[in-house]
């Protein structure tokens, strides 16, 4: 019998080094935001409408043209390989199994062309903006020539904030795990502990390009034609200007509670952000982000608009336990979950959530 997601977190953080757990648990400053999106989540309830035929219920759906076996998705985080030794290709091969798309970070731990080669579902590959220009466009095209479907660029992290778990553990990447993808000189900061200090922060001081802008956007236009998606975003006047900017699906998200602390969190967000798409009438994706531990979380997100949702920690919990079959066995367990809300709540397709199907959960801006 499967286990239930809280049972995956219990066996991962027995499993995991300590310092390791920290760096997949933790969150920022006062890490009030790692339960504010699982509050307003919880807050929210659901308003099921009865005499509806569900006797076939289909989760599947489309997300930016990709097919998926439900509104799910897997988000990018970085080095797999500090849960299992298979590391993102295990995560691939789960993803796949389960039907579902997998983010993979720029910092994976495997590289784009052997997941590419292990998963059977769609990929997007997930950016920061370095300062080296050059190492971003090679690895655009390595991710374009592999198959890789759409572009996510995290603009929520200039720098990584200031993780208190981490800088107690003077947290570094092992010397066996390595951002593959990346050449060597541009990841040593990443490496090597220091008493009182996060390495991964140094290291995205260090190569993270915090200058940027929306008039940079046009230079990765110009780089590729895949889509562009971006992640963090968490205004109306953003998403505003994202849908100016041609984007093409936005990722409504917190970090998993990990950059800014007492912000507004994601799931209180996403009205705005999927008003402010309508508003403009763009052909814009909104996914939420963060905090999602139940299949009910999917049905609330839906209702509010979103057109998917992503998972994270829970993914890596899976791998954590038992590799490919763990992370399968995560996302499948989400998804039966996810099923069953569909037939309670008279709603047999995903496009089926009206945004009278759950309670008001935020007040406005
Ligand atoms: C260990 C870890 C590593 C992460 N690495 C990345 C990353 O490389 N890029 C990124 O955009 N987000 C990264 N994130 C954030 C996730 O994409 C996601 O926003 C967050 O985990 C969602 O919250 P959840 O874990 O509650 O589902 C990471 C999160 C964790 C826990
Ligand atoms: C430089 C690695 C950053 C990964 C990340 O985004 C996170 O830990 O949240």
Request: glycine share 8%.
């Amino acid at each position: 019998m499967a286990l239930a997601l809280h049972a995956y977190e219990a066996a991962a953080k027995e499993r995991l080094p300590g310092p390791v757990w920290d760096f997949f648990a933790g969150g920022s400053g006062t890490e009030s935001m790692l339960t504010a999106g699982r509050k307003a989540l919880d807050r929210m309830q659901l308003r099921p409408r009865c005499l509806v035929d569900v006797s076939h219920c289909d989760p599947r759906t489309r997300l930016l043209g990709s097919d998926l076996a439900a509104p799910l998705a897997v988000a990018p985080m970085a080095y797999h390989r500090l849960a299992h030794p298979e590391g993102e290709v295990a995560t691939a091969r789960a993803a796949g199994e389960a039907g579902v798309l997998l983010t993979v970070s720029m910092f994976a731990s495997r590289t784009l062309e052997v997941i590419a080669a292990a998963a059977s579902g769609p990929l997007w590959l997930q950016l920061y903006w370095l300062r080296n220009r050059a190492v971003m466009r090679d690895l655009i095209h390595r991710a374009e020539a592999a198959g890789y479907r759409a572009l996510v660029l995290t603009v929520d992290a200039p720098r990584v904030a200031t993780r208190p778990r981490d800088a107690r553990n003077g947290w570094a990447i092992p010397p066996d795990i390595r951002a593959v993808n990346l050449p060597e000189e541009t990841m040593s900061a990443s490496h090597g502990s220091r008493a009182g200090e996060s390495a991964i922060a140094r290291h995205s001081r260090d190569q993270f390009d915090s200058s940027i802008t929306w008039a940079d956007l046009a230079w990765l236009r110009e780089t590729t034609s895949l889509p562009l998606v971006l992640k963090g975003v968490l205004t109306a006047e953003d998403a505003e200007l994202a849908v100016k900017h041609g984007v093409s699906a936005l990722i409504v998200s917190n970090h998993g509670g990990r950059q800014l602390d007492f912000a507004r969190s994601a799931p209180e967000c996403l009205t705005e952000i999927v008003e402010a798409v309508k508003a403009a009438d763009a052909e814009c994706q909104v996914v939420l982000d963060g905090a999602i531990r139940h299949g009910a979380d999917i049905a609330k997100a839906l209702c509010l608009g979103a057109d998917a949702v992503m998972t994270g920690r829970p993914a890596l919990w899976g791998l954590a336990h038992s590799g490919t079959e763990g992370v399968t066995a995560v996302l499948r367990h989400l998804m039966d979950e996810f099923e069953e809300v569909m037939a309670l709540m008279g709603a047999p397709t995903p496009t089926d959530f009206p945004r009278t199907g759950v309670t008001q959960p935020t007040c406005p801006h």
